[in-house]
Each structure stands twice: as C-alpha cells, then as structure tokens.
C-alpha cells in the first residue's frame, strides 16, 4: 500500500490494527462493540473515522482494493459478502462513529 494513503488514514489504521485484530471477537459481542469501544476509548480520533473511510472508499474503487487496504492495516474482520462486503461495513462503521461522536460532542469543528 503506498505510504502517503496510509499517512491519510490514522485513525482508520489504529481501528483496524489495534482493535479488529486477530483475537476481536474476544474483546466484543460483535464488530459494532469493537466499534463503540474505539470510540470510549479514543473520541477525538475516532471523529476522524467518517472522513477517512470516505477517502478510502472514493479511492479504492473495487470491494477487493478495499478488502485489501483494511487488511493491510491490520484487519482481520471478514466482512460477509451477502451483507454489502467491506464498503458497506465501513459505510456503516463511518456512520455510527458519526453519530456517537456527535453525541459526545467530539470531533474536528469541537475545538
């Protein structure tokens, strides 16, 4: 993965590598869990999360460049093909951190 993509995803890189790694499943019920415990654990990061994912999505224009770029940083969460594959899961993940950064009056524009 080239290194300037990767400097454009911090937060995203820290979610994927040091929560979805290989043991997740251990740390939560299920991947949303994983997700909200980023989110106690690192808001103001973890506001970064939609716009990131957004770049990456915008461009990574295949499900199998993205597969490719989360694994590169680390994820080892599968995302199921019948429910949208991994732009519809980081569709969503950039969605509820949206919503739970908001609530907790995080983000970049808080400052």
Same mark, same amino acid.
Request: proline content about 5%; hydrophobic content about 40%; aromatic content about 10%.
């Given at each position: /993965?080239?290194?300037? /993509?990767?400097q454009q ?6 979610? /994927? ?14 991947e ?15 506001a ?10 915008a ?5 199998e460049?993205?597969?490719?770029y989360?694994?590169?940083? $680390? ?5 199921d093909?019948?429910d $949208? ?15 739970a950064?908001?609530?907790r009056?995080? $983000?970049?524009?808080?400052?």
């Amino acid at each position: /993965m080239p290194h300037a /993509m990767r400097q454009q995803t911090p937060a995203l890189e820290q979610l /994927m590598g040091a929560y979805f790694h290989q043991d997740w499943y251990l740390d939560a019920d299920d991947e949303w869990g994983v997700v909200d415990r980023f989110v106690a654990d690192a808001p103001e990061m973890a506001a970064n999360i939609p716009a990131e994912i957004a770049r990456v999505l915008a461009t990574h224009l295949t499900e199998e460049a993205v597969e490719e770029y989360v694994a590169d940083l $680390g994820c080892e969460y599968a995302a199921d093909p019948q429910d $949208g594959g991994y732009r519809e899961w980081l569709t969503e993940v950039a969605s509820r951190v949206a919503a739970a950064t908001s609530q907790r009056g995080g $983000g970049q524009n808080s400052r």
